[in-house]
C-alpha cells in the first residue's frame, strides 16, 4: 500500500475508501495519516460516485459528446471561410 508518485495502486485507493464510506473517517484525517492531499481523495469520492451513478454516466456522455460536437462544428466553420476566402480570390483572378 505505497504510493508511487502522483500514482496510487487500485487497493490503496480502495482501501482509503472503505475507511471513508464504510467507517466514516473523515476526509482529512485519513488524508493525513496515509499522506495523501484531501482533494485527490475528494477526486475518487467523486469517480466512485459518478461510477454508481447511471444518470451521471450518461450525463458524462453526453458531455464528452457535446464537445466533440462543438469541436468539429468549429472546423466546418472554418473550413468554410476559408473556402469563401479562396473563392472570393479566383473570382479577383479571373477578372484579371
Do not use: C
Amino acid at each position: 500500500m505505497t504510493n508511487t508518485g502522483n500514482r496510487y495502486n487500485t487497493e490503496f485507493k480502495a482501501d482509503i475508501l472503505t475507511l471513508i464510506q464504510e467507517e466514516e473517517q473523515p476526509v482529512n484525517t485519513v488524508a493525513n495519516d496515509f499522506g495523501v492531499n484531501p482533494q485527490t481523495i475528494q477526486n475518487w469520492l467523486k469517480s466512485v460516485e459518478t461510477k454508481q451513478n447511471p444518470t451521471n454516466n450518461r450525463v458524462s456522455e453526453l458531455e464528452v459528446q457535446l464537445k466533440e460536437k462543438k469541436r468539429k462544428n468549429a472546423d466546418l466553420e472554418q473550413t468554410v471561410n476559408i473556402l469563401k476566402k479562396s473563392v472570393t480570390i479566383f473570382i479577383q483572378d479571373n477578372r484579371l
